[in-house]
């Protein structure tokens, strides 16, 4: 199988202050056109370290992605250090210099000898315009190995590398087809998943790979099959899907791309359902999470962020007494929360949340971690208790995961 080595530059990722998300993007695009990322190296911009690394890596790889260093500043020096490796020297390339140019007008800016410079690239190179940025990418090909070398900004980096790497990669080697199909289930954890298709793990065929991908709320099962038959191998892994769904089939909310939000908004708007929500633990992270969808407008109403007792009681009509007795996180203050949001915002269905998400206020009866949440329609009102972490940030995202995933079984009335 062709193996890659993914090359990371820069002192700021090393210090902790930026972290490397391209490396992680660049291992999931390589393995999805069939190529193994063997190893990720980060380095800092050091020219002696870095042609170390990058010779290691020539030797020892068939593909080697470097990103990072390719910046107008005096600390970017691995066009240089290329040079260097290949035996190369920099000269002006007619096309960048072009594109720079066109940038810094277009941003009503003036070229600097700094900037020019950034059209400098080595002689032995193919040259990869970079239609986002300053810094164009660069690919070598010497002795069946392919390194490229791309800019760090992330989203210059990934525009170069599906539009100009990818088919230069395919050209180069000869790879296996790749098919992939994600299963994505919530409302259990790792482990209980695990323990119900172990049978069925046991039993995949030989090619194909069972990934557990867990999340917050969520976790997804990514099979994966790699052959010279791209049709056989979707067979294969489309027949293991049908074997697996019945085992898990309350659990799984979509598959590859779909998210919760966007799959309960599908379901609300063929249903012509409409919603509204009461939130207090939470602080409006569901309604945030349903609006962040285009269209959402279709089926959400509204909500209130009823964080304090008084606006419990002054705009959602809950009684006093019934917080006195139960205390604002209980079954019956939640049920009442979500049947009032529905009856005054005259949506379908109401949903509300509870909770002490930390990292005080907790007691020995309601620890932190302790959470309601809330459903009403015109048929129903019922809840759910949940124990969660002792982190406030992962309470108010599980919360709302746990939320989704109860209106979502509501809806399909499981």
Known sequence: MVKSHIITIGDEILSGHIADTNAKWLSEKLYSIGVNTSKRITISDDKKQIKKTLKLSINNSDIIIVTGGLGPTNDDITKKTLCEVYGSTLIENKESLDNISKIFKKRGLELTKKNIEQALVPD??????????????????????????????PYEMKSLFEDKCISHIKQKFKLPYIYQKTIKTTGIGESWLSDIIKDWENEIEEGIKLAYLPSLGRVKLRLTGKGENIDELKKKIENQVKKVLPLIKKYVFGYDDDELEDVIGKILSKKNKTISVAESCSGGNVSKTITALPGSSNYFIGGIVAYSNKVKVDELKIGRELIERNGAVSKEVVEKMA????????????????????????????????????????????????????????????????????????????
């Open 124 to 153: 032995k190179c193919k040259v990869l315009n970079n239609e986002f940025g300053t810094a164009p990418g660069m690919a070598f090909y010497e002795d069946n190995t392919l390194l490229i070398s791309l800019p760090g900004v």
């Open 339 to 414: 049947e009032s949001i529905r009856k005054k915002f005259k949506s379908d269905i109401g949903l509300s949340t509870s909770g002490i998400a930390g990292p005080s206020g907790g007691t020995s009866e309601k620890p932190v971690g302790t959470v309601w949440i809330g459903y009403s329609d015109n048929k129903v009102t019922k809840s759910k208790k949940l124990n969660l972490t002792e982190r406030r940030d992962l309470n108010i995202i599980l919360t709302t995961v746990n939320l989704l995933n109860l209106l979502r079984l509501s809806l399909k009335g499981d």
